[in-house]
């Protein structure tokens, strides 16, 4: 799947010098296929460690934080061979290791001319991060775009690109609008919805809404795993609550998250603002700013 963001990556590389690269965002919106099959075919080769699935490959960070002795350390334990001029090497899931992120610092800094990209879905709970050392972008679920690059319908694409007026382009893009709402932008979803033309409308529809469905364990397993002194539960809560209030909207007023009737013994926002905020810097939700008045730039003052 062709992303926007890939542009941004490829321009990173033409540079001379670079500082590494963070691709932050919630699991499942397609972190690693961005950097490994999109950015990483521009490349010789690519070493990819996931530190999520094989936490040993920490120990290449344990007794060093220089750059070089990592590579040695890197290649010992993948037994793949690494050329810092001209290959990729990928950190996946960098928040599960501290001494990766703080190695970022040293990268930047010794090691301006490689080509260190990092993706994590936890970066915001982060209680230390190189600031300033690393060049960072959100990548969240595909825009209506490129869905419909997704769909490889050259001809609705065409439409969108220019913009077209006509009915039967009205028709036919707003058709697509409502798939894009019903699979969300998932890669996995995407690929379902467009990857088995073969299969009936409901067959695609339940392959979807399987995937959905296992997207949102997922997201209530992290819960549990890196809430900390945050309420699991409480973040649950909420979790489960967002959708279920945005679906009781039928107009176009401005509607506020309730915090009634979440949990019984908490109603005010303070009791709830570490759960939301935890969602928030996790990528699974985001906030709205409501304009009062008359909008005026700078919109930021509003």
């Known amino acids: 799947m062709k992303r926007i963001l890939l542009d941004q990556l490829l ?4 540079r001379p010098t670079r500082k590494p690269l963070l691709i932050d965002g919630a699991r499942q919106t397609g972190k690693t296929y961005l950097l490994q099959n999109l950015l990483g075919q521009t490349f010789e080769r690519v070493l990819r460690v996931d530190f999520l699935a094989s936490p040993t490959m920490a120990e290449a960070f344990t007794d060093t934080l220089n750059p070089q002795d990592i590579i040695t350390n890197l290649e010992l334990l993948t037994g793949q061979a690494f050329n810092p001029i001209t290959d990729l090497l990928i950190l996946d899931e960098i928040g599960e290791c501290a001494r990766a992120v703080t190695s ?56 969108f690109e220019q913009q077209a007026h006509s009915s039967a382009a009205h028709i036919q893009l707003m058709d697509k609008l409502t798939d894009y709402y019903f699979t969300g932008g998932m890669p ?19 392959d979807v809404s399987s995937i959905h469905a296992n997207l949102v364990e997922g997201y209530q397993r992290d819960f549990g795993k890196y809430a900390g002194k945050v309420n699991a539960q409480l973040i649950e809560a909420v979790f489960r609550h967002i959708p279920m209030q945005l679906s009781s909207v039928f107009d176009e007023s401005v509607k506020r998250f309730k915090f009634k009737g979440i949990d019984a013994r908490k109603s005010r926002y303070a009791d709830f603002e570490g759960a939301i905020m935890w969602l928030h810097r996790c990528r699974l939700a985001l906030k709205n700013y409501p304009i009062e008045g008359m909008p005026r730039l700078p919109f930021a003052a509003y």
């Open 188 to 206: 996995e979803a995407v690929a379902a919805w467009f990857g088995q033309p073969e299969k009936s409308l409901l067959e695609r529809i339940a």
């Open 104 to 159: 970022l610092k040293y990268f930047a800094e010794q090691a301006p001319t490689w080509f260190v990209v990092t993706s994590g879905s936890n970066i915001g709970l982060l209680t230390a991060f190189p600031v300033g050392k690393v060049e960072q972008y959100n990548l969240r679920p595909l825009t209506f775009e490129e869905f419909l690059w997704a769909s490889g319908e050259s001809a609705l694409i065409s439409a």
């Open 11 to 14: 321009a990173w590389k033409q």
